[in-house]
């Protein structure tokens, strides 16, 4: 019922910057929850960041201090802010989106919709 299209991504040297974009289309709502994965080889996919549709954020520890997320003011578009990159930042990153409120969770099992991921590669 949500399509979600995402771009940006790519290879960058450790340090570098990069910001991943993610445009939702359908039935998406002014109360729906939108959020930022990853997900490394053979294993399960990692929450990151969750923004609902009035600015509240909560962005996983690890990443705080570096990575920043926003939303437009329509609430259809999503943005993943990443810098400082490191080698252990390498993976496949994914958009989601929930036509429900946020639970905070950083479950995937929120998330119905899913955007068709980018690789982000960070060299040393």
């Known amino acids: 019922q949500v399509h979600l299209v995402q771009s940006g991504g790519g290879s960058v040297q450790a340090g570098g910057s990069l910001t991943l974009s993610c445009v939702a289309s359908?039935?998406?709502?002014?109360?729906?929850?939108m959020a930022w994965f990853r997900q490394y080889p053979g294993e399960e996919r990692e929450g990151l960041s969750v923004?609902?549709?009035?600015?509240?954020?909560k962005i996983r520890d690890s990443v705080k201090s570096r990575f920043t997320i926003s939303r437009d003011n329509a609430g259809v578009s999503a943005y993943l802010r990443m810098n400082n990159l490191t080698p252990e930042d390498t993976a496949m990153y994914y958009c989601a989106a929930s036509t429900r409120l946020c639970s905070w969770a950083f479950s995937e099992y929120e998330f119905a919709s899913w955007g068709q991921g980018t690789q982000v590669t960070v060299s040393s």
């Open positions: 359908g039935s998406i709502r002014s109360r729906s929850c």
């Open positions: 923004m609902d549709s009035i600015g509240g954020t």
